[in-house]
T-cell receptor
Framework: DAGITQSPRHKVTETGTPVTLRCHQT?????MYWYRQDPGHGLRLIHY???????DKGEVSDGYSVSRSKTEDFLLTLESATSSQTSVYFC???????????FGDGTRLSIL | AQSVTQLGSHVSVSEGALVLLRCNYS??????LFWYVQYPNQGLQLLLK??????LVKGINGFEAEFKKSETSFHLTKPSAHMSDAAEYFC????????????????FGQGTILTVHP
C-alpha cells in the first residue's frame, strides 16, 4: 500500500473554530489532493498540489485553504469551521498526472 | 469540463450472479477512466483503469470494464459475485488536455453500493 497517513483520523469540534488536517506521504509523489466525501455526492475535489508551494482550487474550495511547504506534507485548513463542513476527508497522491491516485484512510470530521 | 453519472445508487445481486455497475461519462477531451472500490471505514482502492489502447480492461478481484466511446460508457462487470464484493464502487474520470495538463484531477460519480445476498 502507498505510504499515506492522515491525521487525525477522527475529530469533533465546534462551529467557528479553526481545524487543520494533515496528509503525510512517504512516496515522494509530486501530486497531492484533498477530497471530501458526502452521501450522494461521491468524492469532490477541494484543493490539489502539483509541487511544493504549488497549489490550486478544486470544485468545492470555499472555506478551505491548503499549504504544502515540503513534498511529503499537505495541510488542509478550515479557518472557521461550519456545520456544512462535517464530512469525511480523504487525501490522495499520484506520481504523474493521469496516473491512478492512491488514497489515505480518511479523516472523519464532525462540526457541532 | 467533465462529469460522471453512475446509474443506480444501490445494486443487489445473489452470490454467483453477474455483477453490472453502470457508469457514463462526459468529457470534452479523451478521458482516462477509473473504477475504485471502498470498503467500510476505509479509503478508496483502485480496481482498474483505462487510459489508451485496449478498450476491455481487466482489474483486480475478477472485475473488468469496457470503454465504449460511442456510448460514453465504462461499465464494470464481474461474472460471478462473491460475498466479499459487497462494498461501494466509484467511477471516476480524468483528462489530459492537449498541450497542457489536468493535473490528474478526478471527477467522481455518486457511487453505487453493491449488496451480495447468499
Amino acid at each position: 500500500d502507498a505510504g499515506i497517513t492522515q491525521s487525525p483520523r477522527h475529530k469533533v469540534t465546534e462551529t467557528g473554530t479553526p481545524v487543520t488536517l494533515r496528509c503525510h506521504q512517504t512516496e515522494n509523489h509530486r501530486y497531492m489532493y484533498w477530497y471530501r466525501q458526502d452521501p450522494g455526492h461521491g468524492l469532490r475535489l477541494i484543493h490539489y498540489s502539483y509541487g511544493v508551494k504549488d497549489t490550486d482550487k478544486g470544485e468545492v474550495s470555499d472555506g478551505y485553504s491548503v499549504s504544502r511547504s515540503k513534498t511529503e506534507d499537505f495541510l488542509l485548513t478550515l479557518e472557521s469551521a461550519t456545520s456544512s463542513q462535517t464530512s469525511v476527508y480523504f487525501c490522495a497522491i499520484s506520481e504523474f498526472s493521469g496516473e491512478p491516485q492512491h488514497f489515505g484512510d480518511g479523516t472523519r470530521l464532525s462540526i457541532l | 469540463a467533465q462529469s460522471v453519472t453512475q446509474l443506480g445508487s444501490h445494486v443487489s445481486v445473489s452470490e454467483g450472479a453477474l455483477v453490472l455497475l453502470r457508469c457514463n461519462y462526459s468529457s470534452s477531451v479523451p478521458p482516462y477512466l477509473f473504477w475504485y472500490v471502498q470498503y467500510p471505514n476505509q479509503g478508496l482502492q483502485l480496481l482498474l483503469k483505462y487510459t489508451t489502447g485496449a478498450t476491455l480492461v481487466k482489474g483486480i478481484n475478477g472485475f473488468e470494464a469496457e470503454f465504449k466511446k460511442s456510448e460514453t460508457s465504462f461499465h464494470l462487470t464481474k461474472p460471478s459475485a462473491h460475498m466479499s464484493d459487497a462494498a461501494e464502487y466509484f467511477c471516476a474520470v480524468s483528462a489530459l488536455y492537449a498541450g497542457g495538463t489536468s493535473y490528474g484531477k478526478l471527477t467522481f460519480g455518486q457511487g453505487t453500493i453493491l449488496t451480495v445476498h447468499p
